[in-house]
């Protein structure tokens, strides 16, 4: 379960890869993790990717990967019996694939981390670090990639400073014995060249398992997900599934940007249907429905500093159209990390360029000015989460 440090494990003999002796003594200085969700949030910035989370997920069903989305990749926490583990030969050698063998014992969760931000460098800012070791290291053999990982010392500090302890592998290895029945491993999926990918550093190489072809990676990764927990469930494996995603507070002001461009339009299409539709919105009754909800999240915001955004055009002014920024249109997101909001927000600028009704565009204008009202409830409850996480993680 998280919020344990579980032990760990280096890979399984291969005549390719070190011996286990071998591989316990090149993690020296490494610490045990400590393992959480916030933790694990804390290692991406550490690591120098921003804009990142990492959350758990207790189900991979179209409405939860959509509520997350958008996903940067998936590692499964699996509880691991040697005698049980399937080592199979389905790797793929080559392509664009970054992937690395798991070289030290106690760095599984980085490992997991850096799968997953070391394939996503088209798809978020991972850093210069970071980008400057992929970049060094991208045409190495997966057993040097391993090593190069196992040496680095940024992410060596960025991994020991989140540890419980300090104490390393070495250390802890002179006091206690590993027991079998505490270990765990991490195994990653990720979208790269059209398909996607399990990342078992365990293995000699990447799994190919499933073409995206058209559909959303989400789409395609949600019934594999669920087969493999439906699989450990039955097997009675203890597992937890983990998602690197987008910032949620960032995806909430994405949509908040983006609702300002549509009222903006909404506002400029109504001008030129009819003139005199501010003076047929309800202001007053709206903002006493939503009085209760816009002061609590005034109170949060000054909890953390940060003053609401006066962007509720509560008495119907419209924002400068030289501020206004949003998705563009047609979107420049890659297909297989398009949410279902920023395609909604396309279909939505399309149908509202192509509305003569004014009722109707002015019923949508309210409508988003609830949507604005929760975005700004949504982004002030996750900068207290993340508060709480700094605070006790």
């Known amino acids: ?50 804009g990142v989370q990492v959350e ?109 302890h300090q104490e390393t592998v070495d250390e802890a290895a002179k006091s206690s014995d590993t027991d079998e029945d505490t270990m765990f491993h991490y195994v990653s999926y990720v979208p790269v060249s059209g398909y996607i990918w399990e990342l078992d550093g365990l293995k000699r190489g990447p799994g190919r398992i499933a073409p995206l072809a058209d559909k959303s990676w989400l789409d395609v990764a949600g019934p594999e997900l669920q087969r493999k927990m439906e699989l450990y469930s039955k097997s009675r494996i203890n597992f937890t599934l983990l998602a690197v995603i987008k910032s949620r507070e960032l995806v909430y002001e994405d949509r908040l940007r983006s609702k300002r461009r549509l009222k903006l339009a909404i506002e ?56 206004i920024e949003g998705w563009s249109v047609p979107s420049s997101t890659p297909s297989s990390l398009r949410t279902k909001e920023e395609q909604a927000f396309q279909e939505n600028m399309a149908y509202v360029a192509e509305s003569h009704d004014p009722r109707l565009m002015i019923d949508m204008w309210l409508q988003i000015q609830e949507d604005c009202v929760r975005l700004h409830e949504s982004i002030a409850q996750e900068e207290e989460k993340m508060t709480n996480r700094q605070v006790d993680p």
């Open 268 to 323: 400029s299409k109504l001008d030129t249907l009819d003139t005199e539709w501010r003076s047929k919105c309800n202001f007053d009754q709206w903002e006493e429905e939503f009085h209760f909800t816009i002061s609590e999240v005034n109170e949060k915001k000054k909890m953390t500093m940060k003053p609401v955004m006066q962007d509720l055009a509560v008495l119907g002014a419209s924002p400068d159209p030289s501020k």
């Open 56 to 164: 758990e997920l207790m189900s991979a069903d179209t409405e939860t990967l959509n509520f997350i989305s958008p996903v940067f990749g998936f590692t499964f926490l699996v509880h691991y019996t040697p005698n049980k583990y399937h080592k199979d030969d389905m790797v793929v050698v080559g392509g664009d694939i970054y992937f690395a063998n798991q070289l030290v014992n106690n760095a599984c969760s980085t490992q997991a981390i850096l799968s997953i931000l070391l394939n996503c460098d088209d798809a978020l800012d991972i850093g210069d670090d970071l980008r400057s070791f992929r970049d060094a290291t991208k045409d190495f053999n997966p057993l040097l990639k391993g090593s190069a990982i196992r040496d680095d010392s940024n992410i060596r500090f960025a991994h020991n400073s989140l540890a419980k």
């Open 1 to 50: 379960p998280l919020g344990l440090a579980p032990s760990c494990l280096s890979c399984i003999h291969d005549p390719k890869a070190p011996t286990m002796e071998a591989q316990t003594r090149s993690s020296s200085g490494w610490s045990e993790p400590d393992i959480s969700p916030g933790t694990l949030t804390e290692l991406c910035k550490k690591l120098g990717a921003k």
